[in-house]
Structures are given as structure tokens and as C-alpha cells.
């Protein structure tokens, strides 16, 4: 009886099993741009940890992912250091810990995206006030890039 009422469980657990891995690799390849335009320190911890998330659960192999950031959400990037010379910026989050995140999310094929008009109208030095953005970086408007990249097949979300 013990072994029979064993049996059972076993071919009522089998079916959970192979849907939790069905389940698991249900994710299809996704495009996604995240869109962060504040310069709120724990909202942008938030959507960091966000993307980490995505990647873990669909794979880094199944996801293109682009972080547009302009006008308040480049503080993103802005180095501590040039706080005080960028007068139009409230923050500057780009401390050991946030860069620590970016890195990662870099090395696991997560692009960010930089406006142009943010760069130029707070007139940011991308090079000694940013962390890590080079000229392959800009996009020419970040609202534009947005509207962009959702009509090429990306995904909106704001974090």
C-alpha cells in the first residue's frame, strides 16, 4: 500500500515538474528599452536591480536590452566629482556602488543610451563628468531614441 500510494505521488508530481521547466524556458527572445528620466537614487537602484532581474529570468542570450537615460535620469552617471561643477544636475549617483551595477549589466550586453540635448543643454563633459559613456553612447535625443526603438520592436518600460 505504501509503495502504491508512492507510485501515485510520484505520477502526480511528474507533470508539476516538466511545466516548472517548461515554464522556465517559456521566454522567447525580447528587445527592451528601459527608460529612466529621474534622478531619484533608490528608484534608479530599483531599476537597476529591475534589469538584473530580467536577465535572470529570461537569460542573458535571450534578451537585448538599451537604457535610455536623459534630461534628470543621467545623473545615472554623472560622477560625484563633477556634482559641483554640473549646477543643473540635483545629484550625482555614479559612486562605487551604482558603477559596480553598471559594469555587470554591461557585461551581460545591456547598452545605455545617452541624449545628446541632455549632454549639451547642462553642458556635461562626457568624458571627465560621466561614468563610462563614449561617443558611440549619444543618441541625438533620448525621447526620439524611445520612439525609436519601440518601432523597431523593443518594449517600453519605466522602471
Do not use: W
Request: glycine fraction near 6%; aromatic fraction near 6%; proline fraction near 3%.
Amino acid at each position: 500500500m505504501k509503495k502504491n500510494l508512492k507510485i501515485i505521488l510520484m505520477l502526480l508530481l511528474v507533470p508539476f515538474a516538466f511545466s516548472q521547466a517548461e515554464e522556465k524556458n517559456a521566454y522567447k527572445k525580447q528587445k527592451v528599452v528601459y527608460h529612466i528620466n529621474y534622478d531619484n537614487k533608490k528608484q534608479q537602484k530599483g531599476a537597476l536591480g529591475n534589469i538584473q532581474n530580467h536577465i535572470n529570468a529570461v537569460g542573458a542570450d535571450n534578451l537585448e536590452v538599451r537604457v535610455v537615460l536623459h534630461g534628470n535620469g543621467l545623473s545615472l552617471l554623472v560622477l560625484p566629482e563633477a556634482l559641483e561643477k554640473l549646477t543643473k544636475f540635483k545629484s550625482a549617483n555614479a559612486d562605487d556602488n551604482f558603477t559596480a551595477r553598471i559594469d555587470n549589466l554591461k557585461n551581460q550586453g545591456v547598452a545605455f543610451d545617452v541624449c545628446n540635448n541632455t549632454v549639451v543643454g547642462r553642458k556635461v563633459n562626457i568624458d571627465d563628468d560621466l561614468y563610462d559613456v563614449s561617443e558611440s553612447n549619444i543618441v541625438p535625443s533620448g525621447v526620439a531614441e524611445l520612439v525609436k526603438l519601440q518601432s523597431e520592436g523593443f518594449a517600453y518600460i519605466k522602471p
